[in-house]
């Protein structure tokens, strides 16, 4: 998987050397390549500078106004970084000449004239030269988030969407983000407009478009919830801005997610959630510390060397444009435990809670258990009694999810979040944290620090009741509804099956990955 989290873009197994990263609904169907995909006849240029933003493409060519030579890649990348956002610059693109000339307006997302003058003569927030236009004028671009599309999509500036705004904005919406957005048909109308008055405010659009478009809330009050709502009922699921829930039955008013995904991390104890007994730290109450364990090098090369799998997909290519190949094996160079008392406790409530849950359905409706995860059974050959503490009966799993340096450190410190999901998350499963059991699928999505090293979590998840999906073309949105509104935890999207691939994990409530470590390691070819 990849970082907030994810790995995989629609079509992911199917090769086209000069495709840009744009991936359409309507492309047609490619012939799969070879498990080495580009082949060793693809000149790689290891000497080309990367976006220090960690999206992968080369850094602009040239001099900024101070004399120095970029570092990123284009303007938008810097303006969202990590949300896979670039303009037509990018990397020193030629871009369309016409475009380039335009300012951008003033007004921003709250610009209200819709003229179709005033819209060719100066951009907009969902304008792919946005933020070029931006240097133009002078003006500080505003930041793509759920707020900005709203408020553009807000036409008469009345504070909420009729069906009509949201249909006019939609195709703008799915050409920025790159998704596979399902249509607004009346039955997905009705669904969005829970309370029947004809218009969306902004919970009810955000509730429905944050699992789906993985971008930030952009209302800065909304990360600073009072402690009553984070100690109560704050729905996990990513992008939702319900902070508490609200009704008796399963399913939230507000947000319409259901009951089991709105976190409760003041319900028990501190004491009910031992720490591991391997941690260096066994006892407090608000510790974090992220410690080195050289003695681990071999074991961890170990789980590496065996999850390995010689397999080449598009999305090496997308997130590895320089360098497509597929690595001959991987040498690890650092392992880091992260102990953190606050994200373990609010991880080991959600696990009873799950467990809790399972068990009262009993056997009424058993799970399926998954077993055969490889991540898994290669870190227990490799680690022995050490790593078996893992939950079976809930499907507790070690997985991997690959990411920067910075971004891991991020992960670490503060859980994940929707601001590291960025560009690698993933949409043919629905927006999500995406995790993999093999290192080389994750390794699509690592990025190389300073040094060459590259970074990938091995994260301790919780898969609970499984959604199965093994379909060619699977359907995201009936997926998505299936984990934040019905009774399932997460998806395993099987490629392996279905296209010889690898197997992915889909996670959509945060609460429901504790990651354990990071492993730093180097790329063999």
């Known amino acids: 998987g990849g970082c907030l989290a994810g790995p995989t873009g629609a079509r992911e197994d199917f090769y086209k050397p000069a495709e840009s990263d744009a991936v359409h609904v309507d492309e047609p169907r490619l012939p799969a390549e070879s498990d080495e995909g580009p082949g060793d006849n693809v000149p790689v240029d290891f000497t080309i500078r990367l976006c220090k933003v960690g999206c992968g493409r080369p850094v602009c060519p040239g001099l900024t106004r101070r004399g120095r030579p970029y570092d990123t890649c284009c303007r938008s990348c810097v303006v969202n970084p990590g949300l896979g956002f670039h303009d037509q610059t990018c990397g020193g693109a030629d871009g369309d000449a016409e475009g380039l000339r335009r300012g951008a307006c003033p007004k921003g997302s709250r610009c209200r004239d819709r003229s179709e003058a005033h819209l060719a003569d100066e951009a907009h927030p969902l304008d792919q030269d946005y933020a070029s236009a931006c240097g133009k004028t002078g003006i500080t671009p505003e930041a793509l988030s759920l707020k900005v599309i709203f408020d553009w999509a807000d036409a ?6 009729d069906r009509q705004e949201l249909q006019n904005t939609f195709g703008a919406i799915k050409e ?4 596979h957005l399902p249509e607004i048909s009346d039955k997905a109308w009705h669904s969005l407009d829970e309370d029947g008055n004809g218009v969306l405010n902004f919970t009810e659009f955000a509730s429905w478009a944050g699992p789906r478009l993985g971008l930030p809330l952009g209302l800065e009050k909304m990360r600073h919830r009072s402690m009553s709502f984070l100690s109560s009922t704050q729905c996990q699921v990513i992008g939702c801005p319900c902070e508490a829930f609200d009704g008796g039955d399963d399913l939230c008013k507000c947000c ?4 089991t995904v709105h976190s409760r991390i003041s319900d028990a104890p501190d004491e009910d959630v031992p720490f591991p007994e391997y941690w260096s730290h066994r006892e407090g109450q608000d510790f974090h510390e992220i410690i080195d364990l050289p003695a681990k090098v071999d ?7 065996a999850t390995f799998v010689q397999k080449w997909t598009r999305d090496r290519t997308k997130h590895n444009p320089t360098n497509p190949k597929v690595p001959s094996g991987f040498t690890v160079v650092a392992v880091r435990r992260n102990e953190h008392a606050k994200t373990w406790r609010e991880y080991g409530y959600r696990r009873a809670e799950i467990l809790t849950r399972l068990s009262e359905e009993g056997d009424r409706d058993p799970i399926v258990e998954y077993t055969d995860v490889k991540s898994v059974l290669a870190l227990t050959g490799a680690r022995g009694a050490a ?11 070690y997985l991997f999810h690959g990411t920067s340096h910075e971004n891991a450190k991020k992960i670490m410190t503060n859980d994940f979040s929707v601001g590291c999901a960025g560009a690698n998350t993933g949409t043919l499963y629905g927006r999500g944290m995406y995790f993999a059991e093999s290192i080389t699928k994750a390794d699509e999505y690592a990025k190389p620090d300073a040094d060459g090293n590259y970074s990938v979590l091995v994260c301790r998840v919780l898969g609970g009741r499984v959604r199965y999906c093994d379909d060619l073309e699977p359907d995201p949105e009936e997926l998505v509804a299936d984990c934040i509104s019905g009774k399932f935890d997460c998806v395993l999207g099987d490629r392996e099956k279905c296209r010889g691939t690898y197997r992915e994990f889909v996670l959509f409530d945060s609460e429901d990955v504790f990651a354990e470590y990071e492993i730093q390691y180097k790329r063999i070819y």
């Open 256 to 259: 319409r997610h259901k009951k």
């Open 299 to 305: 074991e961890f090369q170990g789980l590496l060397d």
């Open 176 to 179: 920025i983000c790159k998704d």
């Open 156 to 161: 008469d500036g009345s504070g909420k969407l």
């Open 387 to 397: 790593a078996d503490h893992l939950a079976q009966e809930c499907n507790e799993w």
